[in-house]
């Protein structure tokens, strides 16, 4: 499974972005997907994630409300609206094969790809 993301930029604050994610390859394969981000010197973080089977998708406290996942056929999206200077981190896609649980209950660990990653920043 190859991912590759898109729609990272520069966006003052309040302003909105979505990024895209588009998976291929063994993509029937594929039980969830999810947005992580990681701020500079921080660690890697979940932001939001969805089981493709039950359709449910879960959001981290820090941005429920304000960004909205999606998905259409081998893509996720994710619309982040009213963003802050907080919200700036390089953006990755993940996605797993084998998950017998929700995908908000796995640790970064278990996600089986990687995309490369989408730089968002956000102005004051």
């Known amino acids: 499974v190859q991912l590759v993301e898109s729609g990272g930029g520069l966006v003052q604050a309040g302003g909105s972005l979505r990024l895209s994610c588009v998976a291929s390859?063994?993509?029937?394969?594929?039980?969830?997907m999810g947005w992580y981000r990681q701020a500079p010197g921080k660690e890697r973080e979940r932001v939001s994630c969805?089981?493709?089977?039950?359709?449910t998708f879960y959001y981290s406290d820090s941005v429920q409300g304000r960004f909205t996942m999606s998905r259409d056929k081998n893509a996720v999206f994710l619309q982040m609206n009213s963003l802050t200077p907080e919200d700036t981190a390089v953006y990755y896609c993940?996605?797993?094969?084998?998950?017998?649980?929700?995908?908000?209950?796995?640790?970064?660990?278990?996600?089986?790809?990687w995309g490369q990653g989408t730089l968002v920043t956000v102005s004051s």
């Open positions: 969805t089981n493709w089977r039950t359709g």
């Open positions: 390859g063994s993509i029937s394969m594929i039980n969830a």
């Open positions: 993940a996605a797993i094969l084998h998950l017998g649980r929700e995908c908000s209950e796995i640790t970064q660990s278990w996600w089986d790809y």
